[in-house]
């Protein structure tokens, strides 16, 4: 059984930082890619940051220059460091991670998402 647990999120004014984690554990083989998705009420979730097993990234648009996603492989936990932050940031945001079982399966996991609101 895997999980994944995400924390960091809150309540931060325009402009504030926000660091969100997310640690998988249980019968984990290996780690691929590890990911960050948003979902705003009433919109579709979106891609925030994706990290490789290898350290590439990607970034949507809306958050390229202010957000920077990391991972420590040895903790097999990844790192969303957002900055600059905006009301149109506000959702809520997931951790996925492309995961290899010990029983040699490969599943898309999921976090339960953490509630980021940017708010005066």
């Known amino acids: 059984q895997v999980q994944l647990v995400e924390s960091g999120g809150g309540l931060v004014q325009p402009g504030g930082s926000l660091r969100l984690s997310c640690a998988a554990s249980?019968?984990?083989?290996?780690?691929?890619?590890m990911a960050w998705y948003r979902q705003a009420p009433g919109k579709q979730r979106e891609l925030v940051a994706l990290i490789t097993s290898g350290g590439s990234t990607n970034y949507a648009d809306s958050v390229k220059g202010r957000f920077t996603i990391s991972r420590a492989n040895t903790k097999n936990t990844v790192f969303l460091q957002m900055n600059s932050l905006r009301p149109e940031d506000t959702a809520v945001y997931s951790c996925n991670a492309e995961i290899m079982t010990l029983a040699r399966r490969q599943w898309d996991y999921w976090g339960q998402g953490t509630q980021v609101t940017v708010s005066s």
């Open positions: 249980g019968s984990i083989f290996s780690i691929g890619h």
